[in-house]
């Protein structure tokens, strides 16, 4: 079956630190793949997604690229601020029915000022 | 436009007994996914309803079962409650019509509490 990983957190750090969380999976065929952001008390926001190898995501100064070859959809940004503090999920879907997906267990962010 | 919608907001119920949560899918969208997330984990797939019958579902219980309606909203109904679940529920819409959709938008959720 279909499984995503995702880094363990807590992840804290200082406003304008760059920042990284691993996301690696695994699918039978060729998954689209997304990032959401979940912040206190509210449900998911998709952040950005991926369609096919190759691709970038980017949304907000958040990025990621869809990574065949490593199984891997890494989110990155250059500079974070205290108002990125949230748990970040990673999440993949089969074929084009975004309704039916694959969750990590999300990594939660903490941005100090 | 609003948003998906969920009621209610927060639910305590005792085992065994049932609970019914609702859900109005964004406008334009026309399939109703939903997810179970346990406290610290990611959402787990229930099912999915797209043209008012079940299209897929997740490794739940027959004590999850659901509806949709003619305008698309849905139910989530859960009998006999257990302890375990116990979670945040969350409905997402999403278009899947023609094309396909790659995008779903979530709700706020249910917090549901079994004692």
């Known amino acids: 079956g279909n499984s995503v990983t995702q880094m363990e957190g807590p992840v804290t750090l200082s406003e304008e630190a760059f920042l990284t969380i691993n996301c690696t999976y695994t699918?039978?065929?060729?998954?689209?793949l997304f990032w959401y952001v979940q912040y206190p008390g509210e449900g998911l926001q998709l952040l950005l997604k991926a369609t096919k190898a190759d691709d970038k995501g980017s949304n907000k100064g958040f990025e990621a690229t869809y990574r065949k070859e490593t199984t891997s959809f890494h989110l990155e940004k250059g500079s974070v601020q205290v108002s990125d503090s949230a748990v970040y999920f990673c999440a993949l879907t089969e074929g084009t029915n975004a309704g039916k997906s694959t969750f990590g267990d999300g990594t939660t962010l903490t941005v100090k000022p | 436009d609003a948003g998906v919608t969920q009621s209610p907001t927060h639910l305590i119920k005792t085992r065994g007994q049932q609970v019914t949560l609702r859900c109005s899918p964004k406008?334009?969208?026309?399939?109703v996914s939903w997810y179970q997330q346990a406290l610290g984990q990611g959402p787990q797939f229930i099912f999915q309803?797209?043209?008012?019958?079940?299209?897929q579902r997740g490794n739940f219980p027959d004590r999850f079962s659901g509806h949709q309606f003619p305008n698309y909203s849905s139910e989530l109904n859960v009998n006999a409650l257990l302890l375990g679940d116990s979670a945040l529920y969350l409905c997402?819409?999403?278009?899947?019509?023609?094309?396909?959709?790659?995008?779903?938008?979530f709700g706020p959720g249910t917090r549901l509490t079994v004692t």
């Open positions: 309803y797209y043209e008012e019958e079940e299209r």
């Open positions: 699918a039978t065929g060729y998954p689209s």
């Open positions: 406008s334009g969208h026309d399939t």
């Open positions: 997402a819409s999403s278009f899947l019509g023609e094309r396909g959709g790659y995008e779903q938008y």
